[in-house]
């Protein structure tokens, strides 16, 4: 069983909190520690529908199975890391302070632009695009790439934007219009610089 602390706590949302994999640096642990694991089991079956169909996984995490930890079961996925060693920190971050997302709006902009063409071309579905869900990878040159790894999925009854790429476009389109409209209400100080995607 592995013991996990909160020295090595990485992000807390509402239902799950991410902890560094305590053996493996380039891993981390997501636990469950509010509500059931419907969120989890959804994000799992969607996993294992992108390992058959998915070619791609710049922009996305893969899922490494599940363990057992001292806070339950944990789903293990690869920890996203800055060119400079640093974990890799969420949109969230960027966006909160005004000087810190208006020292980087260029790169983060077009870092947001790619991992919407990107979902586009290899039809990668969400739940909900949040500013927390998003890690922006800063490499060495500045520029960003953006992962999604929170909210991956599809819950509908017929999953029709799995398997046909216009529903998935479609869906897709819908995800970000509100993830703009999103950003607007939450981060009314950055005015005009976000890019409509």
Known sequence: MLQLNREKLIGKGWHRECYEHPDDRDLCIKVVVNGNNAETNREQAYYRYLTQHLTDWRAVPRFHGNVETNLGQGAVF???????????????????????????????????????????????????????????????????????????????????????????????????SRFHKLLGQTYPHLGNDLQAF
Request: glycine share 6%; no cysteine.
């Open 78 to 176: 690869d920890l996203v890391y800055d060119s400079d060693g640093q974990v890799s920190r969420t949109l969230g971050y960027y966006l909160e302070s005004p000087e810190r997302f208006l020292k980087n709006k260029t790169a983060l902009n077009s870092a947001l632009a790619q991992l919407k063409q990107y979902q586009l071309q290899h039809n990668v579905l969400t739940m909900s695009l949040k500013p927390n869900n998003l890690l922006m990878q800063r490499n060495d040159d500045g520029a960003f790439s953006a992962h999604i790894i929170d909210n991956l999925g599809n819950a509908d009854w017929i999953p029709l934007a799995n398997y046909f790429s216009w529903f998935g476009s479609a869906k897709i389109e819908r995800k970000w």
